[in-house]
């Protein structure tokens, strides 16, 4: 009896990994495919603007002033939040980086 269930759930389990696998496959097919278009998309977007270098440069800065102010009014202080706050930096610094290479 246990031995029948644990046999449909190995099954269920390897056939949402190879589920899974396969997703993350065409993922990365799609991806390869639309390099070309996305790099054009880039360079005619971001090009007039501001750049993305020196973007880069003022959303770093602004970026770290937001992880600071996070980090004192959280509460648990620096030490408590760092893993969140890692993952908020890269996740802020990529958003305002491509705001501002496309606004300014």
């Known amino acids: 009896m246990v031995g029948e269930t644990d046999n449909k759930d190995k099954d269920e389990s390897r056939k949402i990994a190879i589920a899974l696998i396969a997703l993350v496959l065409v993922l990365g097919v799609a991806i390869l495919l639309m390099?070309?278009?996305?790099?054009?998309?880039v360079t005619v977007h971001l090009s007039p603007g501001l750049g993305l270098k020196d973007s880069a440069v003022i959303s770093f800065f602004v970026t770290?002033?937001?992880?600071?102010?996070?980090?004192?009014?959280?509460?648990d202080g620096l030490?408590?939040?760092?893993?969140?706050?890692?993952?908020?930096?890269?996740?802020?610094?990529?958003?305002?980086w491509l705001l501002v290479a496309w606004i300014f």
């Open 35 to 41: 390099l070309p278009m996305l790099s054009e998309i």
């Open 64 to 75: 770290v002033v937001i992880m600071i102010v996070f980090a004192i009014t959280s509460g």
């Open 79 to 96: 030490l408590g939040e760092i893993q969140f706050i890692l993952g908020g930096f890269f996740l802020f610094f990529v958003i305002i």
